[in-house]
C-alpha cells in the first residue's frame, strides 16, 4: 500500500511538472516587443507636415563619461578596415508578435559617426553615451496592422550603437498602442 502511494506521487508531480512545461513552451512562442531598456520614445504631431508623425528616440548608455568620449572619439575607425563607419541605427517597429529583430520596420535611419545636427545627437555625457533622434513618418505608415480602423497599432522603438570595431549596444523603448491612422490620434505627443 505505502508503494502505491508512492508511485501515485511520483506520476502526479511529473504531470504537474509536464503541465508546467507545456505552459511555458505555449508562452515561449508569442513573442513580443522587448522590455524597456533605456530609449524612450515620443511620436507627436509632426508641424511642418500634418500627414507625418514625428518620432524622437532618446536614452542613454550607461559609462563613465571619458569612456564614451573614446567611444566617439574613435567611432569612424572601422572605415580603415572594412567593417565601415560607427554610429547610431535607429528603428521604428511594429509588435507583430515576433520579438526583435523579426518584427517589420516601419523607419529606419542610420546616422554614421558623432552627428550633432538639427535633427539630434551622440555625444558623451555625463550619463554616458547620450543620444537622440527625430524623424518625420508618414502617418499611414503607423498603421502596422494594416487592417480594419478598429484595430490597435503596437509599435516600438530600437537604438543601436555601433563603434568603430563593429560591436554594438542595443536598447529598447516602450511599447506606444494607439489609433495611428486616425487624424489626431497624437496631436499632443504620445508617450
Known amino acids: 500500500m505505502n508503494a502505491t502511494k508512492k508511485m501515485t506521487a511520483l506520476l502526479s508531480g511529473a504531470a504537474t511538472s509536464g503541465a508546467v512545461v507545456a505552459l511555458t513552451a505555449g508562452v515561449a512562442l508569442a513573442a513580443a516587443a522587448p522590455a524597456q531598456s533605456g530609449a524612450s520614445l515620443f511620436v507627436c504631431r509632426d508641424v511642418a507636415n500634418s500627414s507625418n508623425y514625428r518620432m524622437t528616440i532618446k536614452g542613454v548608455f550607461p559609462m563613465q563619461q571619458p569612456d564614451a568620449v573614446g567611444f566617439l572619439t574613435h567611432v569612424n575607425d572601422g572605415i580603415n578596415t572594412g567593417q565601415g563607419p560607427g554610429g547610431m ?61 478598429n484595430e490597435e497599432d503596437e509599435i516600438y522603438a530600437v537604438a543601436t550603437f555601433r563603434d568603430g570595431d563593429g560591436g554594438e549596444r542595443t536598447q529598447f523603448s516602450q511599447k506606444i498602442v494607439r489609433y495611428f491612422e486616425v ?7 504620445c508617450q
Open 89 to 149: 541605427i535607429y528603428h521604428l517597429e511594429a509588435d507583430d508578435g515576433n520579438g526583435w529583430p523579426g518584427d517589420p520596420s516601419i523607419a529606419y535611419s542610420f546616422v554614421p559617426g558623432a552627428q550633432v545636427d538639427a535633427e539630434g545627437y551622440v555625444k558623451a555625457g555625463p550619463g554616458g553615451l547620450e543620444y537622440l533622434r527625430e524623424i518625420s513618418v508618414p502617418r499611414g505608415d503607423f498603421d502596422e496592422d494594416t487592417g480594419p480602423i
Open 183 to 189: 487624424s489626431g490620434a497624437c496631436d499632443g505627443c
